[in-house]
């Protein structure tokens, strides 16, 4: 499977999402911010790191990046979408996901390894997991607090929306300790841990960020 | 040449962690009059040509494209008087 | 008017500002010689910013080549590139190449910590890079006033917010450093920065200009007036009234322009188009022309008028000052430059052609269609003034070694070393760090094996065959006071072990000389000592310094900082599988301490926490056993022997067994050895030591790789429970003294910054 | 109650990085007539009591202790109107 691993000005988990998608058995594919098409691609990952810096708001500029247009009409039409960390907050500015992200509620960058509840295996990203199931996946970012109106937030209760949830202390203020959260069709995912740093127990805290990228492919060899 | 102010802030019903912190900060160093803050963004834009109705539509738009995100923030678009 | 060479060969007698820009009546006189006339104003700003302490090394290069006269050779081989070079090259094998460097930025984060820390890692990692490398790591060594002083909670914040935003920004993983608090650094903390890079060997990129014809090219961020505060007075003695507009005091990093500059350079260098490169940090165009030209050819023309600025009202004097930040000068094949522009216009890059290279043996500046420099590269870049400055041993250091730590009353009995235990595991100096640490991204690159709390950070740097570097900084202060000699060898001894302890053999060395002034002759001798011991440490380890950076004048009013050598050592692993971690974590794994345990507490933590005292000698020096201890410790991780291992070092042994017990998780049953006084088993600090926990059935092979080296071993103990899920809680057992519930232990240990901080 | 307003923005000859950034993509989305952008903070205080010198002198003293960086930023401080 062709999975597309987009590179803004500014991404620092490019090559570790590449990684992540080639030991799940994906192949992974470069695609550039000024790309005009997705080069076939069947998903596509937004990684993590400071796209144009992060100056305005995380995610605010890289949102209009010519590559955008294409992923947008693409991901409305079904394409299955995962932003991590930057690529989250992409993907909220593009209103892909609802909510936003905002400055962390203690001020601070912070990187840590992460207890965290898989609470849907629904998503076509978190099918690998069950659910309920307790992972470790690092986390690290300076705006990673999620934000949604309380009527937003119940309703991604309610739809089983919350994919993933921060436990064992809340690293950055996110509103009901919110980690990850899909769209209506569960296709696009945002997550705010880097399951891309938690699959070679080497250089990692685990390997509990494979499910991710496995969910994926696991999904499409079902199908 | 014309200067046109957005001030983006987070909407009220948007819990604001920056703005409590200060809060906390201030409450800390001694400001105790201060019972509410909240912390937004100031941009200050130069445009070309002089301060017009047109200009201001172009700073709203822009406003509204790029500079505020209106899922959670509020903006305000004036000419520096 | 424009002050052009023409009229200043017509106006010998013109006043000019030299005194006010730093030069002294002799290094004017000087300038003039060379030049045969009075300098312009462009070369006066020149030759003033290239001949001051921090760009010419005037006062300690007459010490510092002592280190060019070491063997240029690692243990795997000749070095690369070493000294004079922008940062230093050694061979780690498989073909690949390692360069690392530290430098200080210490006087700019005072004023701004944020901005002073971040604009400091931009200026090393540009110098990693100009030597064709991709930076992979940074390490920072911290030294700040009294943790608990209110400017500490100014200046501490600051400058971990700085690195953190700058270096994370870039994609750098930050996988070690120091945190230390000393009162003497109130006022002037010390903040040093060590990048790591990695390349091919045929992709090592050296400064130079060569190839007549060959164009000039400046890219990345737009000249501003940043970090010019002494030419301003030569801007407005020349420009009169009509002043230029006012110039910043604080230089801004834009660390997202630089990570666009990293990559773009990297994919430059990929293309093969830069036949010479040069960053531009201290000195800005001046120094990147004079050197390039000075270490080529001979030669450089470029047109000032060219440089993009962010201010238009910039002097050429200005322009040639400026020190604005993510800035790089390459020299490149005429026949490439349009291919050069692409690539920078492709990663959205300013770049810009200023001129080219010449065999003239004169660097010529033309600003407005005149020249307002002509001169000899040479005498500007590298032969500036060169002081032997005065330098005599303290009289006040007889009284400091004379008042030892013996007559100190020393904790008796279990209820008393337990309590002294907790009070130092929760000294700012030992506490747990995470408060800082946990600002900055470790696993950004998907390569960093081991990071802080490890005793060294670890790269992988192939993923096939798992080669890897290891790199640590170290730099015992209060040691270095006591000592200067023996002091810098015991920084040396200490990082050298930390990256043995993880398993990687230690290549090569840097440092960071953090000093007072250097015409305070005691100051002087500090440092000449301190040089001494570091050259005759790194010939007797067999590894070279490769690079460095010196810091004088770092002191609050009159009183000088402690004198703080910080020395990187920097290791290979052939395959990170086999590294060794700190953590305890295996129940039931034997402990063994490598090493001899004296009564050496003088400078010790101890002494330090307990009665705020500093007085007597350093421990001994046996660098002869360090490079023993290594070998042992290389071998028995590439063996497969270790589970764990920690070095001895700040707070003895206790401190060793509260970090690998905290980390790991796991509990420790330790026993006094017969005979040995429980204090100084547990407290003393000296050198050479190491604590390792066995693997199952290594105990054997381990005792003869230690009989093989001659080497003093003895089992300690054993770890008692492993992990959190064990039924038991974990504790730390020392016989028949106490006992510590490992909860009690974290919460005195990982406590103190942050309630110090948040 | 008062609320007062403190405006914090970068010094005029200090970087202004994220203004930049701001200004490179504004330009990219078609915005062309805007030159200059500068970005910086927006602090809302609400204050207890009615609005007072006694009260404004407050809010200047957390700007200059706490919200504003008076090394790189100039700041402003006013009662909203
Ligand atoms: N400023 C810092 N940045 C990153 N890591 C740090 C910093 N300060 C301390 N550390 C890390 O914390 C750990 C303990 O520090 P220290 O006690 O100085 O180590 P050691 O005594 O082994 O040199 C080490 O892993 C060190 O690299
Ligand atoms: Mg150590």
Same mark, same amino acid.
């Given at each position: 499977?062709?999975?597309?691993?987009?590179?803004?000005? #500014?991404?620092?988990?490019?090559?570790?999402?590449?990684?992540?998608?080639?030991?799940?058995?994906?192949?992974?594919?470069?695609?550039?911010?000024?790309?005009?098409?997705?080069?076939?691609?069947?998903?596509?990952?937004?990684?993590?790191?400071?796209?144009?810096?992060?100056?305005?708001?995380?995610?605010?500029?890289?949102?209009?990046?010519?590559?955008?247009?294409?992923?947008?009409?693409?991901?409305?039409?079904?394409?299955?979408?995962?932003?991590?960390?930057?690529?989250?907050?992409?993907?909220?500015?593009?209103?892909?996901?609802? #909510?936003?992200?905002?400055?962390?509620?203690?001020?601070?960058?912070?990187?840590?390894?992460?207890?965290?509840?898989?609470?849907?295996?629904?998503?076509?990203?978190?099918?690998?997991?069950?659910?309920?199931?307790?992972?470790?996946?690092?986390?690290?970012?300076?705006?990673?607090?999620?934000?949604?109106?309380?009527?937003?937030?119940?309703?991604?209760?309610?739809?089983?929306?919350?994919?993933?949830?921060?436990?064992?202390?809340?690293?950055?203020?996110?509103?009901?300790?919110?980690?990850?959260?899909?769209?209506?069709?569960?296709?696009?995912?945002?997550?705010?841990?880097?399951?891309?740093?938690?699959?070679?127990?080497?250089?990692?805290?685990?390997?509990?960020?494979?499910?991710?990228?496995?969910?994926?492919?696991?999904?499409?060899?079902?199908? | 040449?014309?200067?046109?102010?957005?001030?983006?802030?987070?909407?009220?019903?948007?819990?604001?962690?920056?703005?409590?912190?200060?809060?906390?900060?201030?409450?800390?160093?001694?400001?105790?009059?201060?019972?509410?803050?909240?912390?937004?963004?100031?941009?200050?834009?130069?445009?070309?040509?002089?301060?017009?109705?047109?200009?201001?539509?172009?700073?709203?738009?822009?406003?509204?494209?790029?500079?505020?995100?209106?899922?959670?923030?509020?903006?305000?678009?004036?000419?520096?008087? | 008017?424009?002050?052009?060479?023409?009229?200043?060969?017509?106006?010998?007698?013109?006043?000019?500002? @030299?005194?006010?820009?730093?030069?002294?009546?002799?290094?004017?006189?000087?300038?003039?010689?060379?030049?045969?006339?009075?300098?312009?104003?462009?070369?006066?700003?020149?030759?003033?910013?290239? @001949?001051?302490?921090?760009?010419? +090394?005037?006062?300690?290069?007459?010490?510092?080549?002592?280190?060019?006269?070491?063997?240029?050779?690692?243990?795997?081989?000749?070095? &690369?590139?070493?000294?004079?070079?922008?940062?230093?090259?050694?061979?780690?094998?498989?073909?690949?190449?390692?360069?690392?460097?530290?430098?200080?930025?210490?006087?700019?984060?005072?004023?701004?910590?944020?901005?002073?820390?971040?604009?400091?890692?931009?200026?090393?990692?540009?110098?990693?890079?100009?030597?064709?490398?991709?930076?992979?790591?940074?390490?920072?060594?911290? /030294?700040?006033?009294?943790?608990?002083?209110?400017?500490?909670?100014?200046?501490?914040?600051?400058?971990?917010?700085?690195?953190?935003?700058? $270096?994370?920004?870039?994609?750098?993983?930050?996988?070690?450093?120091?945190?230390?608090?000393?009162?003497? +650094?109130?006022?002037?903390?010390?903040?040093?920065?060590?990048?790591?890079?990695?390349?091919?060997?045929?992709?090592?990129?050296?400064?130079?200009?060569? !190839?007549?014809?060959?164009?000039?090219?400046?890219?990345?961020?737009?000249?501003?007036?940043?970090?010019?505060?002494?030419?301003?007075?030569?801007?407005?003695?020349?420009?009169?009234?009509?002043?230029?507009?006012?110039?910043?005091?604080?230089?801004?990093?834009?660390?997202?322009?630089?990570?666009?500059?990293?990559?773009?350079?990297?994919? %430059?260098?990929?293309?093969?188009?830069?036949?010479?490169?040069?960053?531009?940090? !201290?000195?800005? &165009?001046?120094?990147?022309?004079?050197?390039?030209?000075?270490?080529?050819? *001979?030669?450089?023309?470029?047109?000032?008028?060219?440089?993009?600025?962010?201010?238009?009202?910039?002097?050429?004097?200005?322009?040639?000052?400026?020190?604005?930040?993510?800035?790089?000068?390459?020299?490149?094949?005429?026949?490439?430059?349009?291919?050069?522009?692409?690539?920078?216009?492709? @990663?959205?890059?300013?770049?810009?052609?200023?001129?080219?290279?010449?065999?003239?043996?004169?660097?010529?500046?033309?600003?407005? !269609?005149?020249?307002?420099?002509?001169?000899?590269?040479?005498?500007?870049?590298?032969?500036?003034?060169? +002081?032997?400055?005065?330098?005599?041993?303290?009289?006040? =250091?007889?009284?400091?070694?004379?008042?030892?730590?013996?007559?100190?009353?020393?904790?008796?009995?279990?209820?008393?070393?337990?309590?002294?235990? &907790?009070?130092?595991?929760?000294?700012?100096?030992?506490?747990?760090?995470?408060?800082?640490?946990?600002?900055?991204?470790?696993?950004? =690159? *998907?390569?960093?094996?081991?990071?802080?709390?490890?005793?060294?950070?670890?790269?992988?740097?192939?993923?096939?065959?798992?080669?890897?570097?290891?790199?640590?900084?170290? $730099?015992?202060?209060?040691?270095?006071?006591?000592?200067?000699?023996?002091?810098?060898?015991?920084?040396?001894?200490?990082?050298?072990?930390?990256?043995?302890?993880? $398993?990687?053999?230690?290549?090569?060395?840097?440092?960071?000389?953090?000093?007072?002034?250097?015409?305070?002759? !005691?100051?002087? @001798? =500090?440092?000449?000592?301190?040089?001494?011991?570091?050259?005759?440490?790194?010939?007797?380890?067999?590894?070279?310094?490769?690079?460095?950076?010196?810091?004088? +004048?770092?002191?609050?009013?009159?009183?000088?900082?402690?004198?703080?050598?910080?020395?990187?050592? &920097?290791?290979?692993?052939?395959?990170?599988?086999?590294?060794?971690?700190?953590?305890?974590?295996?129940? $039931?794994?034997?402990?063994?301490?490598?090493?001899?345990?004296?009564?050496?507490?003088?400078?010790?933590?101890?002494?330090?926490?307990?009665?705020?005292? %500093?007085?007597?000698?350093?421990? /001994?020096?046996?660098?002869?056993?360090? /490079?023993?201890?290594?070998?042992?410790?290389?071998?028995?991780?590439?063996?497969?022997?270790?589970?764990?291992?920690?070095?001895?070092?700040?707070?003895?042994?206790?401190?060793?067994?509260?970090?690998?017990?905290?980390?790991?998780?796991?509990?420790?049953?330790?026993?006094?050895?017969?005979?040995?006084?429980?204090?100084?088993?547990?407290?003393?600090?000296?050198?050479?030591?190491?604590?390792?926990?066995?693997?199952?059935?290594?105990?054997?092979?381990?005792?003869?790789?230690?009989?093989?080296?001659?080497?003093?071993?003895?089992?300690?103990?054993?770890?008692?429970?492993?992990?959190?899920?064990?039924?038991?809680?974990?504790?730390?057992?020392? /016989?028949?003294?106490?006992?510590?519930?490992?909860?009690?232990?974290?919460?005195?240990?990982?406590?103190?910054?942050?309630?110090?901080?948040?």
């Amino acid at each position: 499977m062709r999975v597309g691993v987009v590179t803004f000005p #500014g991404s620092l988990d490019d090559r570790d999402a590449v990684r992540a998608v080639a030991l799940a058995g994906g192949e992974p594919v470069a695609l550039w911010h000024a790309d005009a098409d997705l080069r076939g691609v069947e998903a596509v990952v937004l990684p993590g790191g400071f796209s144009y810096g992060d100056y305005l708001r995380c995610g605010a500029i890289a949102r209009h990046a010519p590559v955008m247009g294409p992923l947008l009409k693409a991901a409305g039409a079904g394409l299955p979408v995962l932003g991590i960390c930057n690529g989250f907050q992409v993907l909220c500015e593009a209103r892909l996901l609802p #909510g936003a992200l905002i400055r962390n509620d203690r001020r601070r960058f912070v990187c840590r390894d992460q207890r965290l509840r898989v609470e849907s295996s629904a998503s076509a990203w978190t099918s690998a997991y069950e659910p309920g199931e307790e992972i470790v996946v690092p986390v690290k970012n300076g705006e990673g607090g999620y934000v949604a109106d309380e009527r937003t937030l119940d309703s991604l209760e309610a739809e089983g929306r919350v994919v993933l949830r921060y436990v064992g202390g809340n690293p950055n203020g996110s509103a009901r300790d919110i980690a990850g959260v899909t769209d209506a069709s569960g296709r696009v995912v945002g997550l705010m841990p880097h399951p891309e740093h938690a699959v070679d127990p080497l250089t990692g805290p685990s390997t509990d960020g494979l499910g991710f990228f496995a969910s994926l492919l696991h999904r499409v060899a079902a199908a | 040449m014309a200067r046109v102010v957005v001030d983006v802030m987070l909407k009220p019903e948007i819990l604001d962690p920056q703005g409590q912190a200060v809060q906390g900060a201030l409450a800390r160093l001694g400001f105790a009059g201060v019972t509410a803050v909240r912390q937004g963004k100031r941009f200050e834009l130069e445009l070309a040509g002089e301060a017009s109705d047109q200009q201001l539509a172009t700073a709203e738009r822009a406003a509204q494209t790029l500079l505020a995100n209106p899922v959670i923030e509020d903006y305000r678009v004036r000419v520096e008087g | 008017m424009t002050d052009t060479v023409e009229h200043a060969a017509k106006t010998p007698d013109v006043e000019q500002p @030299w005194a006010a820009l730093g030069l002294r009546g002799d290094e004017y006189a000087r300038i003039r010689e060379t030049l045969g006339r009075r300098p312009t104003s462009c070369e006066l700003a020149i030759y003033s910013v290239m @001949w001051s302490e921090h760009c010419s +090394y005037k006062s300690s290069k007459v010490h510092l080549r002592r280190f060019t006269e070491l063997p240029d050779e690692t243990p795997l081989g000749k070095t &690369l590139a070493g000294i004079g070079e922008n940062a230093g090259v050694v061979d780690i094998g498989q073909g690949y190449a390692a360069t690392f460097k530290v430098e200080s930025h210490n006087h700019p984060s005072f004023v701004e910590p944020y901005q002073g820390a971040a604009t400091g890692v931009g200026g090393i990692v540009r110098d990693i890079l100009a030597m064709g490398a991709r930076p992979v790591a940074l390490l920072d060594p911290l /030294r700040f006033g009294p943790a608990d002083a209110p400017d500490t909670r100014r200046v501490l914040p600051g400058v971990v917010a700085g690195i953190a935003g700058y $270096g994370n920004c870039l994609g750098l993983p930050t996988v070690g450093g120091e945190v230390v608090f000393d009162s003497s +650094y109130a006022g002037n903390p010390l903040v040093n920065v060590l990048c790591v890079g990695v390349m091919r060997h045929e992709d090592v990129h050296r400064a130079h200009a060569s !190839g007549v014809g060959n164009r000039v090219v400046l890219y990345g961020a737009r000249t501003g007036g940043d970090g010019i505060g002494g030419v301003s007075v030569l801007a407005s003695e020349t420009f009169g009234d009509e002043g230029p507009s006012k110039r910043p005091s604080v230089q801004v990093g834009d660390p997202f322009l630089e990570k666009l500059l990293i990559e773009c350079t990297l994919e %430059l260098f990929g293309e093969g188009l830069v036949a010479g490169i040069q960053d531009l940090g !201290g000195a800005g &165009l001046s120094c990147a022309t004079s050197e390039l030209a000075s270490a080529g050819d *001979g030669g450089m023309h470029i047109t000032l008028d060219r440089v993009p600025l962010r201010d238009a009202s910039l002097t050429p004097e200005e322009i040639l000052m400026s020190e604005s930040q993510e800035r790089m000068m390459a020299v490149v094949r005429p026949a490439d430059v349009e291919r050069f522009l692409a690539v920078c216009a492709k @990663w959205d890059v300013p770049a810009t052609v200023l001129g080219e290279v010449t065999d003239t043996g004169r660097l010529v500046v033309e600003w407005a !269609g005149e020249v307002v420099v002509d001169v000899p590269p040479r005498t500007v870049a590298s032969e500036g003034p060169v +002081y032997q400055r005065p330098y005599a041993r303290p009289q006040a =250091q007889d009284a400091l070694i004379a008042a030892g730590s013996d007559r100190l009353p020393r904790p008796a009995g279990g209820a008393e070393l337990r309590e002294t235990l &907790l009070r130092m595991a929760a000294a700012p100096n030992l506490s747990a760090k995470t408060w800082v640490t946990e600002q900055y991204d470790r696993y950004v =690159q *998907g390569s960093t094996v081991l990071a802080q709390p490890e005793d060294a950070g670890v790269i992988r740097v192939d993923a096939d065959s798992g080669l890897g570097v290891a790199v640590a900084t170290d $730099g015992n202060a209060r040691f270095v006071a006591l000592d200067p000699y023996a002091g810098a060898q015991l920084a040396l001894a200490e990082a050298y072990r930390n990256v043995a302890v993880t $398993g990687a053999r230690p290549l090569a060395v840097t440092d960071c000389l953090n000093f007072g002034s250097p015409e305070d002759p !005691g100051v002087m @001798w =500090q440092f000449a000592e301190a040089v001494r011991g570091l050259a005759d440490g790194c010939r007797v380890l067999g590894v070279p310094v490769t690079g460095g950076n010196v810091s004088f +004048y770092n002191s609050t009013g009159d009183t000088a900082v402690l004198p703080t050598p910080v020395v990187g050592v &920097l290791g290979v692993l052939d395959d990170v599988r086999r590294r060794t971690p700190l953590g305890f974590s295996r129940a $039931g794994a034997a402990l063994f301490q490598l090493g001899e345990t004296r009564d050496e507490l003088d400078g010790s933590e101890w002494a330090n926490v307990v009665h705020g005292h %500093l007085g007597g000698v350093p421990p /001994r020096v046996d660098l002869e056993a360090e /490079r023993r201890l290594a070998e042992i410790l290389v071998a028995a991780s590439g063996e497969g022997l270790l589970d764990a291992a920690h070095d001895l070092a700040d707070g003895g042994l206790a401190q060793a067994l509260v970090e690998s017990c905290l980390r790991g998780g796991s509990g420790a049953r330790v026993e006094v050895p017969e005979g040995t006084d429980p204090f100084a088993f547990l407290f003393a600090e000296s050198a050479a030591r190491a604590v390792v926990a066995l693997s199952p059935g290594a105990e054997a092979r381990f005792s003869e790789l230690c009989a093989e080296h001659d080497y003093p071993v003895e089992r300690i103990g054993v770890i008692a429970d492993a992990g959190p899920d064990s039924r038991v809680d974990p504790e730390l057992e020392l /016989r028949d003294l106490f006992t510590i519930p490992l909860a009690e232990l974290r919460e005195a240990h990982e406590r103190t910054l942050p309630d110090l901080f948040d």
